[in-house]
């Protein structure tokens, strides 16, 4: 019987963090183990509480959280994970991944692992489209990571603009394509 396959979903500090919970619905329907990273700013969004109910596993807030063994917490993850999906990707978190900064659990996860990494971004338009941002994706798909969406949609400020987190289906469906 072959191993069930393992995502990692990082989520970070967006309105769309309450979408986190439809993608882990969406991977656990394809029999796909679900360990969340939540960054502190996303807890501001969704409870770790609900993330855990849905993915059945413990959640990891911080570098701190104690591991099952031995290897932190994001090393281990890092090293279980056949994906790393993060989702909704901030503009801070795209930034410090283009950047080689590693200050939460989320970002040492992403930076330790050997697994393919897809990044569905979820920002202002203004923020999306902004040179650094742009150059900061760049970089990172230059580097192997991978991107789905953002999509034109409705945005907090009030407006539709492109930044809007891509559609869930479609997010779920790059996560299997992409699964080691």
Do not use: W
């Amino acid at each position: 019987m072959p191993r069930q396959k393992e995502v990692i979903l990082g989520v970070t500090g967006s309105i769309a963090a309450y979408k986190a919970c439809e993608i882990i619905n969406g991977l656990r329907k394809r029999h796909i183990n679900v360990t969340v990273v939540m960054t502190k700013e996303a807890q501001e969004f969704i409870t770790p509480l609900a993330l855990q109910a849905l993915s059945a596993n413990k959640v990891i807030c911080d570098l701190f959280t104690p591991a099952e063994h031995a290897s932190p917490a994001h090393i281990s993850l890092a090293e279980k994970a056949d994906l790393v999906l993060i989702a909704p990707a901030t503009a801070n978190v795209v930034a410090k991944l283009a950047c080689g900064i590693a200050d939460d659990a989320l970002t040492c996860l992403a930076l330790s692992t050997r697994a393919p990494v897809v990044i569905a971004c979820a920002m202002n338009e203004k923020m999306f489209k902004h040179k650094i941002t742009s150059e900061n994706i760049a970089r990172l798909k230059k580097l192997g990571y991978r991107f789905v969406g953002p999509k034109v949609g409705h945005l907090v400020c009030g407006g539709r603009g492109m930044g809007h987190l891509a559609d869930v289906a479609e997010i779920v469906k790059e996560a299997i394509k992409n699964l080691k």
